[in-house]
């Protein structure tokens, strides 16, 4: 079943959907997944690093079928706009900020204009600029968004309204077909959806982020500004990021110039930071945040592309027989023999990470590998592919 809108006849697609381009998450392998889907894959560009944007751009790009990227405009330069625009994207979303300076030279290449707004000022400026396709984004949205800005349901109908007869799409709390339904129903040609999206085996998404995100609800999300002093981030003061609850957030809720001023504290956040991220990078003891030098995004597809959709009969590996459990295995989700087809590997089915992490703990030092989170990996992963087992995969 397909269903035509104005954004949908735009780039000849089957649903009126777009992925948000969501930093560190939305990559090209999501990106192309949802364009393969119908909807319009956006990869999260953020502030245009080069070494991000050359290894997932190619990903989206190779799915044949409309995608494109999204910018922080505070934090984006022209160049790496210009980088991006070589790959071909029928799309560019820009965001947070003055889209001024990149519209001429998206809409010189070919693609279509696309700007996210927070409130009626910024619809406004859209519009003033020339955009192709609105997004209405309400505070309901996840990540960052306005400050003192409005609920979806309210929003959007004025930002319709405000720019007719540009297409708008809807952003925020939209998870399902029924959002989606709402969205049209307000006046938008379509939906722009990111947390749904980020709980997915195709998302760049820390596994323990995940399962944060499926266990949670929206009365667990709170708007705040804490995680962007804490990490010395230059976001505007406009914007503020809807995250879930933390110790972290409880303990400095309300103290946010306390915090800006303490860089004693601040330091002691990227300590702890640093401390979470040291996590092996193989799969059978849990993989590393997911982040522009990590082997686990390639790895992940990797397997994505290897791992077959039908249903595998149990086999007997080396360490012992592969799940039972009748579970159809789901793409990009690593299966039994993951390790084995991993280069940088041992008989155990660790990277050197992992061994030399084992060693450390061996000798007395705390060990990432012996973490809480280790140790839920490693539990999740026996459950799903049978302890222990290395079944081979042809």
């Known amino acids: ?7 949908t006849r735009m780039f000849g697609m089957r649903h009126p959907i777009a992925l948000a381009p969501m930093g560190g998450s939305a990559g090209g392998e999501l990106a192309a997944a949802v364009s393969r889907g119908g909807g319009l894959g956006l990869v999260g560009g953020g502030s245009g690093e080069r070494a991000w944007l050359a290894r997932e751009l190619p990903i989206a790009a190779g799915s044949g079928l409309p995608w494109g ?15 991006a625009l070589e790959y071909g994207p029928a799309a ?5 900020g003055d889209p001024a300076p990149f519209v001429g030279l998206v809409r010189d290449a070919g693609a279509a204009v696309i700007v996210q707004v927070t409130d009626v000022a910024e619809a406004r400026r859209a519009v003033a600029v020339g955009a192709d396709v609105i997004v209405a984004q309400g505070t309901e949205s996840g990540g960052h968004g306005a400050r003192r800005g409005r609920s979806t349901l309210p929003f959007v109908p004025v930002v319709a309204d405000l720019a007719a ?20 129903a307000l006046g938008a040609e379509g939906a722009l959806i990111g947390t749904r999206f980020q709980a997915t085996a195709e998302a760049l998404a820390d596994p323990a982020a995940v399962e944060s995100i499926v266990r949670g609800s929206g009365q667990d999300t709170e708007r705040t500004s804490v995680l962007d002093i804490a990490r010395e981030s230059p976001w505007p003061r406009t914007y503020t990021a809807r995250t879930l609850g933390h110790p972290y957030l409880d303990r400095w809720r309300g103290r946010e110039a306390e915090l800006a001023a303490d860089p004693g504290a601040r330091a002691e956040y990227r300590a702890d930071v640093a401390r979470g991220a040291a996590r092996c990078r193989c799969f059978r003891c849990g993989p590393v945040r997911p982040s522009i030098s990590s082997p686990m995004c390639r790895a992940r597809r990797t397997s994505s592309a290897r791992w077959p959709r039908r249903r595998k009969k149990p086999s007997a590996g080396r360490g012992g027989p ?3 459990d ?11 023999g993951f390790a084995d087809r991993w280069q940088d590997t041992c008989g155990r089915g660790e990277c050197r990470q992992a061994r030399t992490a084992r060693a450390a703990g061996a000798a007395g030092s705390p060990s990432a590998a012996d ?6 990996n490693r539990t999740r992963t026996a459950a799903r592919h049978g302890r222990g087992g290395k079944g081979a995969i042809r």
């Open 1 to 7: 079943m397909t269903l035509s809108t104005r954004f």
């Open 69 to 83: 990227v999204g910018f922080l405009c505070w934090a984006a330069e022209v160049a790496a706009v210009e980088r």
């Open 92 to 96: 560019v979303m820009l965001s947070f």
């Open 165 to 184: 007869p540009i297409p708008v799409l809807a952003v925020g709390g939209i998870a399902d077909g029924r959002g989606v339904a709402a969205a049209l």
């Open 322 to 324: 592969a799940s039972t």
């Open 326 to 336: 009748g579970a159809e295995p789901r793409p990009g989700v690593p299966g039994p």
């Open 371 to 376: 973490s809480p989170y280790a140790a839920g």
